[in-house]
């Protein structure tokens, strides 16, 4: 077997043990796989492994990736820093983006969503670690945002995602997880059925704390080049390792 469906075996067995100690069903949890700086070659064998949602976090280095897979059905998640001037290739290719932090993000990616497509699935990047130099609305400021937001027909909120800060105890990433869940509760809206929380070193964290999307890169493809670590920050102009 390959190295890719060995890595697949065993993610699918860390899934399956957290849930079972977490009371959820396995098939709660829908696994994301996070494409960044795979080459296409790889995300099809992943494909052929049975993967169809795939993550991508930089808007140029997706493109070609979409149309080189355009043949087969995939979910593709946006999950990078949104730059406004990024936001109609995500409004036009993507199926959801999990990384909305401001409005006129949400005003630009509404409008941008071209007609006879279905709303665009969006979550709400929530900065819970309270880092200032962190990409996410705070939790003060996430009523607001998302009372704005919920008027924009041609995007659908499905809830809220967060990337923690990382090297945290398990107990740290759990608190961390649990602010989110709570804040998704106290938003009190329908259609609301998202918790986008958990990579490859919190995911027991995350599914313990009731995680429906996992976005999964290194346990599943393996380590990235230095320099692609996940993109936390709003370091918007950091381009993507080739
Ligand atoms: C890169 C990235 C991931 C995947 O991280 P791993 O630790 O490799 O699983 C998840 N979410 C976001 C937003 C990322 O940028």
């Known amino acids: 077997m390959s190295s890719l469906g060995t890595r697949l075996d065993a993610l699918h067995e860390r899934i399956k043990l957290a849930a079972a100690a977490a009371g959820r069903p396995a098939g709660a949890v829908r696994l994301i796989a996070v494409s960044k700086t795979v080459p296409y070659e790889q995300m099809l064998v992943a494909y052929r492994l049975g993967l169809r949602d795939f993550a991508e976090s930089y808007v140029q280095e997706a493109l070609p990736k979409l149309a080189a897979l355009a043949h087969c059905d995939i979910t593709w998640h946006f999950i990078g820093p949104i730059q406004s001037n990024k936001t109609r290739p995500i409004a036009e290719r993507f199926h959801w983006a999990h990384s909305v932090d401001r409005l006129k993000i949400a005003e630009r990616l509404h409008e941008q969503r ?3 497509m279905p709303p665009l699935n969006i979550c709400l990047q929530v900065n819970v670690s309270g880092e200032p130099t962190k990409a996410g609305v705070t939790l003060d400021a996430l009523p607001q ?3 704005a937001i919920a008027p924009l027909s041609n995007l659908r909120l499905r809830g809220l995602m967060a990337i923690p800060a990382p090297g945290q105890s398990p107990d ?11 804040a998704l509760l106290g938003l009190n809206l329908p259609g609301l059925d998202t918790l986008s929380i958990g990579m490859s070193d919190d995911l027991e964290a995350a599914i313990m704390e009731g995680a429906t999307l996992l976005r999964i890169g290194t346990a599943l493809f393996g380590p ?7 993109t936390a920050t709003s370091s918007q102009h950091r381009a993507p390792v080739s």
Do not use: M
């Open 145 to 147: 945002l998302t009372e």
């Open 224 to 230: 990235r080049q230095a320099g692609s670590t996940p």
């Open 114 to 116: 071209p007609h006879g």
């Open 172 to 182: 740290a990433q759990r608190a961390a997880f649990r602010c989110l869940r709570e």
